[in-house]
């Protein structure tokens, strides 16, 4: 399988601000790849979907203005959350794949904290 | 809108005990079924990946089974041992335009006793 990194693994910051977290694949180009959020004991739900060189499609309910993902490269995505409040605190996780229709790759997880 | 649901939401057995983990489904038109594992405060790990041609897949310990026609699958854990003890995560995947989509379950938090 694929390895997959992101950065940081946590983060704590003050509501307000802005917070930036990457997904890289280390070992292989990804034309795709997707973020999931996860709350503590709920499932993994699919935020969004990336694509290199475009821009990404959000799922229903999911602010794409407040939840920026650039996807310049094929071995690097970002997720900002902008103006982070409370409720934003959750696991936020990538996965990455190398095309759309091929198994998907999971990072490690993001545990943010918005104080 | 496809919907999965796992029980139970929670497992404690001793160790050497083998168990079933349930997963069933709402629309039965899957591509893929997955299984995962998670550890607490990590990422996915996967165990088994059934096409929606197969029946079953066995890796090890672990033999998953998949049931489309009923919207179910169950993963069997034989012989469990401690280091067992995670979340396990059902996810049936889905095609989407050009995409593989994935929607998980919400899991069930296995605890093996020594």
């Known amino acids: 399988g694929a390895v997959v990194s992101q950065h940081p693994s946590w983060v704590i910051c003050k509501s307000g601000t802005s917070v930036k977290i990457e997904c890289r694949s280390l070992?292989?180009?990804?034309?795709?790849m997707f973020w999931y959020r996860q709350f503590p004991k709920q499932s993994l739900m699919l935020m969004a979907t990336s694509n290199e060189g475009s821009k990404a499609t959000y799922e229903q309910g999911v602010e794409k203005d407040k939840f920026l993902i650039n996807h310049a490269s094929l071995t690097l995505s970002t997720l900002t959350v902008t103006s982070a409040h409370p409720e934003d605190s959750s696991f936020y996780i990538c996965s990455v794949a190398p095309t759309a229709d091929n198994e998907q790759f999971f990072g490690p997880g993001t545990r943010l904290t918005v104080l | 809108k496809q919907e999965v649901t796992q029980i139970p939401a929670a497992l404690s057995v001793p160790e050497g005990e083998n168990l079933v983990l349930n997963c069933s489904f709402t629309d039965s038109a899957i591509y893929n079924l997955q299984w995962f594992r998670q550890d607490p405060g990590k990422g996915l790990t996967s165990l088994l990946l059934i096409q929606s041609s197969q029946r079953e897949q066995t890796s090890g310990r672990l033999n998953a089974s998949l049931d489309k026609s009923s919207g179910r699958s169950t993963l069997y854990i034989a012989a469990s041992q401690p280091g067992d003890s995670a979340t396990y995560l059902c996810a049936v995947i889905r095609t989407s335009g050009s995409a593989r989509q994935l929607t998980f379950g919400s899991g069930t938090q296995l605890t093996v006793l020594p």
């Open positions: 070992d292989f180009q990804a034309t795709t």
